[in-house]
């Protein structure tokens, strides 16, 4: 059996095949559809090579269709690799109150899904279109959608609440802390737990999940005590567009002078601020860290706001665990800015963190462990491998509906 997983990005679209394996899905092929318009690219691993071609792709729909089309044109044993698809998984990032655990996906639950995309507007919508491209065109493959907010669902009741009215924040509004990027740092917990053969019972950890997105968990035996992102996936970090934690005064002052309408408010923040509201000039974190060195001004502020965020939430969450055994980092910028990881970690002896700069520089995209080896708190770099867990949670999920 063949699982198909797609994971949308605001701008891109992973996929990865995998077979049925004795004991977890493995790998066939994996690839990335980036930079979504009139010169997308599209490149995926197969049999050992690496190979892109250049597409038109304007939108994620359009990314799907490519995909399946390369599929149905990779022959395997005499059978096209489209064919031998028995489910699909989807990556959903807001699974509101109504989705806690992977679901069978019918016209009801695509329904409710379209009802949370205001929530999660960047990645929603982009989701919900691959999977009714995928439907067109697999009228029969049964599809199953994974949720990023699925690990936080048992967050304690007073991390989740909003100190707001109690009218505002009851049913059916559903206005309390949600938590993304669920299936990132559930893979990088467990993966520390597998490579460092510490008593998950009593582990402390504290992910980071730095990409153009960014969150941060704490973690206690495998089960997340807080995390950075809240209602949205707009709170805490700030990030490559999003600016993270703001004082919502700042939103009532702009709203009551009319100096923007609500739907520039949803532009604004979720399109032009965070690093590139800072900046004045990128998202990207390496054109950052170049342009500082150049002495760009708006450079050298966004980089150094970010990673003053990212320590302050680092200090608190060694505060709500207690104390740490690990601080793990994954995403893009997690995986390949050392000189980022360094910034954030830089002056924490104090509890017990002491980086080895030389193998924190040699890092880049791999798994490793990137602490001093008498360092009591450890640091890691685990590169995320969602869509694995995504295919788990697919044939579980389907095993489950067929009893």
Known sequence: MHILVFNSGSSSLKFQLFKEGANAPVSILQGTVRGLGDEATCEWIYDGKLEHTSISANDHDDAAGHVLDLLENRIDRGQSLLDGVAVIGHRIVHGGDAFSAPTLITEHTLSALDALSPLAPLHNPPALAVVRACRARLVDVPM??????????????????????????????????????????????????????????????ITLQLGHGCSVAAIHAGRPLETSMGFTPMEGLIMATRPGDVDVGIVQHLLERGTVTVRELSDGLNYRAGLLGLSGVSADMQTLLTLEAQ???????????FCH????????????????????????????????????????????????????QETTGVEARISTTDSRLTAWVIPVDEESLIAQDTVNCLSAAMK
């Open 144 to 205: 199953v959608a994974v949720f990023d907010t699925a690990f936080f669902q048992r967050l304690p009741d007073f991390v989740r609440a909003y100190a707001l009215p109690a009218e505002w924040t009851k049913q059916p509004q559903g206005i309390r802390r949600y938590g993304f990027h669920g299936l990132a740092h559930r893979y990088m917990s467990e993966r520390y737990f597998s490579i460092s053969g510490v008593d998950t019972a009593s582990s402390r950890v």
């Open 295 to 305: 002495g760009h001004a708006g450079a050298r502020l966004a980089v150094q706001a």
């Open 309 to 360: 965020r990212a320590r302050k939430y680092l200090g608190a969450y060694l505060a709500v665990l207690g104390g740490a055994d690990a601080i793990i980092f994954g995403g893009g910028i997690g995986e390949h800015a050392a000189e980022i990881r360094e910034r954030i970690c830089v002056g924490m002896e104090w509890c017990g963190l002491a980086l080895d700069t030389q193998t924190n």
